[in-house]
Nanobody, 114 residues
Framework: QVQLVESGGGLVQAGGSLRLSCAASGSIFSIISMGWYRQAPGKQRELVAGITSGGSTNYADSVKGRFTISRDNARTVNLQMNSLKPEDTGVYYC?????????WGQGTQVTVSS
């Protein structure tokens, strides 16, 4: 099993920045990829950014050029969010994928005011 704990959410004005971190524990060496998803009120959860154990990254078109995902080590994945927009508001969830299962963090709220 893998446990994920997110941190770094909060309230920021449009144009500002936030940095989210996700710390993994447990069977971390079974993790194939990690990522950040978000869910806005009334909307489905969507992928924001992902990174594989080999370091390959992918981003939603809406955040390309503004967000950067990175890994400090096998345990920690970060999401640097710059030039934030009100439409970036939502609950951000950390995700870890293993071969047969995926785990989720509890989520952290990001609110961008206009």
């Amino acid at each position: 099993q893998v446990q994920l704990v997110e941190s770094g959410g909060g309230l920021v004005q449009a144009g500002g920045s936030l940095r989210l971190s996700c710390a993994a524990s447990g069977s971390i060496f079974s993790i194939i990829s990690m990522g950040w998803y978000r869910q806005a009120p009334g909307k489905q959860r969507e992928l924001v950014a992902g990174i594989t154990s080999g370091g390959s990254t992918n981003y939603a078109d809406s955040v390309k050029g503004r967000f950067t995902i990175s890994r400090d080590n096998a345990r920690t994945v970060n999401l640097q969010m710059n030039s934030l927009k009100p439409e970036d508001t939502g609950v951000y969830y950390c995700n870890a994928r293993l071969i047969t299962y995926a785990y989720w963090g509890q989520g952290t709220q990001v609110t961008v005011s206009s």
